[in-house]
């Protein structure tokens, strides 16, 4: 089945350094990948829609210019939180449309906890 | 804006208890419902895939069920174990994206 990849799973970066997350979709093309940010013991908030080629879209109260996302090719698209700080320690998930079993399935990455000191 | 909330919150049985766990949405214009699983600190585990067109989705001890009019929808585990003890999250699948759920937390006691 289709899988989604994220690199890494997990991080831990001093305040005010760039922390890069991968998302990789596995034996498909992802025009579209989300990601997704949950803080403990909260649910999955949506951030943004990357779309291939042009520019992510951002849900209301999320910073592009703190999440840049850059989705370069079909199958790969990357979250980079610029200058992080604990308030950014967070569980990022991504995900991909796979179509498979019928339209707007989304498979999911494993996640990246990021834990910024 | 679709918004989903799952009630309860948490839930606490002893182990072999049949058990039902909500989820509620507010727009009924949706592609898809999914049930996931998630472990502490790990990712989401996809236990049932529900389309639009569907009213309940079967895998072994759980069935889920759809009544997309309503805007509800119910994870029913049969003899629950102390392995199912995780964080259960419903999503609603929109336009290509989907909204989370809050969760319940279940903890299954030997």
Same mark, same amino acid.
């Given at each position: 089945?289709?899988?989604?990849?994220?690199?890494?799973? %997990?991080?831990?970066? *001093?305040?005010?350094?760039?922390?890069?997350? /991968?998302?990789?979709?596995?034996?498909?093309?992802?025009?579209?990948?989300? %990601?997704?940010?949950?803080?403990?013991?909260?649910?999955?908030?949506?951030?943004?829609?990357?779309?291939?080629?042009? @520019?992510?879209?951002? /849900?209301?109260?999320?910073? *592009?210019?703190?999440?840049?996302?850059?989705?370069?090719?079909?199958?790969? =698209?990357?979250?980079?939180?610029?200058?992080?700080?604990?308030?950014?320690? =967070?569980?990022?998930?991504?995900?991909?449309?796979?179509?498979?079993?019928?339209?707007?399935?989304?498979?999911?990455?494993?996640?990246?906890?990021?834990?910024?000191? | #804006?679709?918004?989903?909330?799952?009630?309860?919150?948490?839930?606490?049985?002893?182990?072999?208890?049949?058990?039902?766990?909500?989820?509620?949405?507010?727009?009924?214009?949706?592609?898809? $419902?999914? %049930?996931?699983?998630?472990?502490?600190? @790990?990712?989401?585990? =996809?236990?049932?895939?529900?389309?639009?067109?569907?009213?309940?989705?079967?895998?072994?001890? $759980?069935?889920?069920?759809?009544?997309?009019?309503?805007?509800?929808?119910?994870?029913?585990?049969?003899?629950?174990?102390?392995?199912?003890?995780?964080?259960?999250?419903?999503?609603?699948?929109?336009?290509?994206?989907?909204?989370?759920?809050?969760?319940?937390?279940?903890?299954? #006691?030997?």
């Amino acid at each position: 089945g289709a899988v989604v990849s994220q690199h890494p799973s %997990w991080v831990i970066c *001093k305040s005010g350094t760039s922390v890069k997350i /991968e998302c990789r979709s596995l034996d498909f093309q992802a025009t579209t990948m989300f %990601w997704y940010r949950q803080f403990p013991k909260q649910s999955l908030m949506l951030m943004a829609t990357s779309n291939e080629g042009s @520019k992510a879209t951002y /849900e209301q109260g999320v910073e *592009k210019d703190k999440f840049l996302i850059n989705h370069a090719s079909l199958t790969l =698209s990357t979250l980079t939180v610029t200058s992080a700080h604990p308030e950014d320690s =967070s569980f990022y998930i991504c995900s991909a449309p796979t179509g498979a079993g019928g339209a707007n399935v989304l498979t999911f990455g494993a996640g990246s906890r990021l834990t910024v000191l | #804006k679709q918004e989903v909330t799952q009630i309860p919150a948490a839930l606490s049985v002893p182990e072999g208890e049949n058990l039902v766990l909500n989820c509620s949405f507010t727009d009924s214009a949706i592609y898809n $419902l999914q %049930w996931f699983r998630q472990d502490p600190g @790990k990712g989401l585990t =996809s236990l049932l895939l529900i389309q639009s067109s569907q009213r309940e989705q079967t895998s072994g001890r $759980l069935n889920a069920s759809l009544d997309k009019s309503s805007g509800r929808s119910t994870l029913y585990i049969a003899a629950s174990q102390p392995g199912d003890s995780a964080t259960y999250l419903c999503a609603v699948g929109n336009n290509n994206d989907m909204r989370f759920g809050a969760g319940t937390r279940l903890t299954v #006691k030997p």
